[in-house]
């Protein structure tokens, strides 16, 4: 254990020879000691002052040592400074009441100085580690707060403003950071590139390999491949750069806004939700796929479909239908067509922020345990 | 009685050692005047019925009498201080002189330990 020197301590104690016995213990250690009388002016000194240990007696006059725990226990500041508890030996009980108020450790009279060192320097060296934790906790906190506004800042500024198409779009990362993203790539007049990828786990490793092929994305829009086409290009990369087995699962599309045609590609992804101007729920042809990432040559899920006026279509990751509440039990497929359904005369990012409001209410207390990400859009007529 | 001013030399040496040889007067001397002082309350509160105040001083010498070795002499005063939690101040009465009447042969034993 390291020893430990020079720190500032506040010897509590009421007794003047012991006092003075232990500011003597004290500086011979290379602390620098301040001395208090009562509980009263130890409160008094430690508003003042910043001390790193505490050294109480329990029985004192105008204020006890209980008194002074219990208003250092309820103070953010106070409660992090160590306290070591003085008490005769027939007060244990006493001891046992503090150590269960929050103090840290005690001794017992006549304080003997080897006995009194030992316990010292263990609190302050717990005390400096802990403070050492609180800095790198709030210097992880800072970073993961810059890495959120960074993330946040590569998706979509604005949704597409085209004619008779309305767009819609939520992303709420279950952590700091997360795996989910969307985009809405602009791929020559009234076409549009929509993606919606969701990768393994959750936080700092996940929001790498999301921007790593979010970027992929990006780069293979610009050769004007064929969606499915993309997304192998995309897979044969990240099978280079990912040595982590992480993977994404994608769906993406092209929309041609012109001839009403949404041609798409799905990797390991969930079905997009349609709904016909009626209410009806439609399918996609069901066809296995496989994530990105994991294998040389996946199987891609491709198709075409017509769009046709009034229908809606809602790209999801399964941080919508795979939200779980408190008894274990999830949102679902069929509970998301049945709302949509419902919700089908809103807007397309009313619908995105109903579907949110949903998960919320159907989780309550419980933490969200992935992100949660939503696209959609609707041909207006 | 005989034995109040008797003092444990185990202990008051160590702390002396650990306190420093040229510290030890100093700190004799408060707590001969300290001790001095207590008694005064802790008669008064006697008299007075006042079994916290009692309870209190007896508390404070007990604990540095025991710094100092004087472990008759606080062993006694922890005695009085139990009689004193319990509100059984007739008791403490009959027990108090002797605490009292050792005070002064006990801080001549301590200084003569202090010079020796």
């Given amino acids: 254990m390291r020893e430990t020197r020079n720190s500032r301590l506040l010897v509590v104690e009421d007794d003047q020879v012991n006092r003075i016995i232990l500011k003597r213990y004290l500086e011979k250690e290379g602390h620098q000691v301040t001395l208090a009388a009562n509980g009263k002016e130890a409160l008094e000194l430690l508003a003042k002052q910043v001390f790193e240990m505490v050294l109480l007696d329990i029985e004192m006059p105008v204020m006890n040592g209980f008194q002074v725990l219990e208003k250092m226990t309820t103070d953010p500041v106070l409660r992090e400074v160590p306290v070591v508890v003085i008490s005769g030996v027939e007060e244990l009980n006493s001891v046992v009441r503090c150590i269960q108020m929050g103090a840290e450790d005690y001794l017992t009279k006549p304080v003997n100085r080897i006995l009194l060192k030992a316990r010292m320097d263990a609190s302050l060296e717990k005390k400096r580690l802990r403070d050492k934790q609180t800095t790198l906790l709030r210097k992880l906190e800072r970073e993961m707060n810059i890495a959120r506004h960074t993330q946040m800042s590569i998706l979509p500024d604005h949704l597409p403003q085209q004619g008779d198409y309305s767009f819609g779009a939520l992303i709420k990362p279950a952590m700091t950071v997360g795996g989910d993203f969307y985009d809405a790539i602009p791929m020559g007049q009234n076409r549009w590139g929509l993606v919606l990828g969701d990768v393994s786990d959750k936080g700092l490793p996940a929001a790498l390999f999301m921007t790593m092929t979010y970027s992929l994305i990006r780069v293979m829009a610009t050769r004007n491949l064929d969606p499915g086409q993309a997304l192998r290009e995309v897979n044969h990369y990240l099978m280079e750069m990912n040595n982590d087995n992480m993977f994404v699962t994608v769906v993406c599309g092209l929309l041609d806004c012109a001839n009403h045609v949404f041609h798409y590609a799905r990797a390991g992804h969930p079905q997009p939700l349609w709904i016909s101007v009626e209410g009806e729920a439609r399918q996609l042809e069901p066809h296995p796929s496989q994530a990105l990432g994991l294998f040389p040559q996946p199987i891609i899920d491709e198709g075409q479909v017509a769009v046709s006026p009034g229908s809606l279509m809602v790209l999801y990751s399964d941080g919508l239908s795979e939200a779980t509440n408190a008894q274990g039990r999830q949102m679902g497929r069929s509970g998301l067509e049945e709302r949509l359904r419902q919700t089908r005369g809103q807007t397309p990012q009313q619908i995105c922020s109903d579907y949110w409001h949903q998960v919320r209410a159907f989780i309550g207390d419980s933490e969200q345990q992935d992100d949660f990400t939503v696209l959609a859009f609707r041909r207006e007529q | ?116």
């Fill in chain 2, 1 to 116: 009685m005989d034995n109040l001013d008797a003092v444990d030399t185990q202990t008051f040496q160590s702390l002396m050692r650990e306190v420093g040889r040229d510290y030890m007067p100093e700190i004799l001397e408060v707590y001969c005047t300290d001790v001095k002082e207590q008694l005064q309350f802790a008669q008064k509160a006697l008299l007075d019925g006042d079994n916290v105040e009692f309870t209190r001083r007896v508390h404070t010498i007990k604990s540095t009498s025991l710094s100092f070795g004087a472990l008759a002499y606080g062993a006694l005063a922890r005695d009085l201080e139990g009689l004193g939690r319990e509100g059984k101040l007739d008791q403490a009465r009959l027990k108090f002189p002797p605490l009292l009447q050792a005070c002064d042969s006990l801080r001549g034993r301590l200084k003569e330990l202090c010079n020796a």
